[in-house]
């Protein structure tokens, strides 16, 4: 079982619509959870940052952490255009050495 | 403050030949990292670095080599280059983390370079 799973199926909702993202862990040691955006040709950058359960607003953007799950969640709401990109999810132990475990991606495309 | 740099953007090299990817960043971070990512397989680390003259393996280090002489360069090199190194290769960087310190895992990452052997 890999330790982060994402499903990496394409995703197109229209303009305005919700977008539901989510990732499943199997290392129960990980505490810091992160949402990377990578948009076409570019590297990801750092979208949401959150430590053990609970919820993250920031904007248009939540992010949910339900550790007894093992489950992670990014919403997008009065999604947009620019919101068409890659959805990385990823998560780390902090127990110094930074490693961090990567989900493969969720490609969103909004469309206008 | 440019962040994290890399070149060149794109490459084509010939089965057997060589290169080094440059990595450069200005942000004094002590630990740097070399990705790779393929098509719907996410990012896969292939070496990092802990501080300058310290490397270590990641999940995929077959094929390439790194060195860390100084804080801001982490270059990546590919000796006898192989069609199964075709990928995008991206630097990041961060500081390290403690729960003290306020700093997060966050890492920077680069844009990339694109490079395909044929």
């Known amino acids: 079982q890999k330790e982060v799973e994402q499903d990496p199926g394409p995703l197109s909702v229209p303009e305005g619509a919700i977008v539901s993202l989510n990732c499943t862990y199997s290392?129960?040691?990980?505490?810091?959870f992160m949402w990377y955006r990578q948009y076409s040709r570019k590297g990801p950058e750092l979208l949401m940052y959150t430590y053990s359960s609970g919820n993250k607003e920031d904007g248009r953007f939540t992010a949910q952490v339900d550790k007894s799950s093992k489950y992670i969640s990014l919403f997008i709401r009065d999604s947009q255009p620019s919101d068409s990109a890659t959805y990385l999810c990823?998560?780390?132990?902090?127990?110094?050495?930074?490693?961090?475990?990567f989900g493969k991606g969720n490609q969103v495309v909004v469309i206008p | 403050n440019a962040g994290v740099t890399q070149t060149p953007k794109f490459r084509i090299l010939k089965i057997g030949q060589s290169m080094t990817l440059q990595c450069t960043q200005d942000?004094?971070?002590?630990?740097m990292y070399w990705y790779r990512q393929d098509p719907g397989m996410g990012l896969k680390l292939i070496y990092y670095s802990v501080g300058a003259g310290i490397t270590d393996k990641g999940e995929v280090p077959n094929g390439y080599n790194v060195s860390r002489s100084t804080t801001e360069d982490f270059p990546l090199r590919l000796e006898l280059a192989a069609p199964s190194q075709t990928s995008v290769y991206f630097c990041?960087?961060?500081?390290?983390?403690?729960?003290?310190?306020?700093?997060?895992?966050?890492?920077?990452f680069g844009p990339g370079t694109r490079l395909t052997v044929l």
């Open positions: 290392n129960s040691a990980f505490q810091y």
């Open positions: 942000m004094n971070h002590n630990y």
């Open positions: 990823a998560m780390s132990v902090g127990d110094g050495n930074n490693r961090l475990a």
């Open positions: 990041a960087s961060s500081y390290p983390f403690t729960r003290t310190s306020g700093s997060t895992d966050t890492q920077y």
